[in-house]
């Protein structure tokens, strides 16, 4: 920083006016940068719930990021076709469209949640764990997920819209690695930077961090968040609260202790942030409303708490990179 000279003025206002205009920190006039929150959603597959998220954030002026898995653009043809590394051909872990209308549908809102400022990611195609796949293997089902995306209207007989190869080849810039399994993530790294990709929100965290450049890719992770009666550490995501609750078997009955429970979580993460200092909170989610649709809810409640606040920003990851860069506090690593 650039010391200036400040020239002894017999006033104490002017002396206090000249020290705040330096030294802000001196002074305590720093402002609080803006308490980022970053919503994602895994697999977005899901018709119903591409049109309740996006309902969602249109009602609170939030932005969030789709990790799409491939495979729900695949119709018969193209699911005798695809082969994951390692797989035998036609092999999904969480399956494929059941019809060319499904992803008729499906195509329509991912191409107007793109253009209603949403970032549309990667969550590779068939939700494989590659822990021990090389950089070819991640290369390999990369490049399954573009081709998969180039080709998505015209496999159903659709005339795509002026944009979407553009939405392929530039905009899709973050990946999020099934089961979150990275296996050190050296090779996932160097063939996500081959493949475009400028940030990963693969990793697990301690708690809300900034994120770790990592070889040119910018590395996120979501937080573990205290939860529960005993405050317990667990993965800010409605699976892990899902497995915590009803050891990941359907509970309806108790649907609104379990959205109460993960409300608190949610708001006590957010509310410690944000009276802190301010790392950006990113909590994970599915296109399953699981326990009855508890976290779904608890999710509803958090935007509709916070986003409209004018020193809150409910973005996409995309949208947060800039806004985190200009706060100068980025790390470096060449491996984590």
Known sequence: MQIVAVPMFRSVSFVSLALSLIFPAVAGAVDKPKQLVIISFD????????QKSREMAAKNGAHFTYFLSCTFLMNRDAKAAYQAPHQKRGRSNVGFAQSDDEIRERLGNIWHAHLE???????????FDGRQWSEADWSAEYATFKTTLKSAWKSVGLEEPAGWQDLVDYDIRGFRAPYLSTGGGAGMIAAEKKAGFTYDASLVTKGPAMPVEENGVLRFGLPLIPEGPGEKPVIGMDYNLFVRHSKGEEDAADSDAFEERAYAAFKEAFDKQYAGSRIPLQLGFHFVEMNGGAYWRALDRLVSD?????????????????MIEAR?????????
């Open 328 to 336: 100068g506090q980025l790390q470096q690593t060449s491996g984590l």
């Open 43 to 50: 697999g977005a597959h899901d018709n119903a719930l591409w």
């Open 306 to 322: 916070v986003c409209h606040r004018a020193d809150v920003a409910c973005v996409s990851y995309s949208e947060a990179i800039p």
């Open 117 to 127: 400022g949403h970032d549309i990611s990667s969550h590779a195609c068939g939700h």
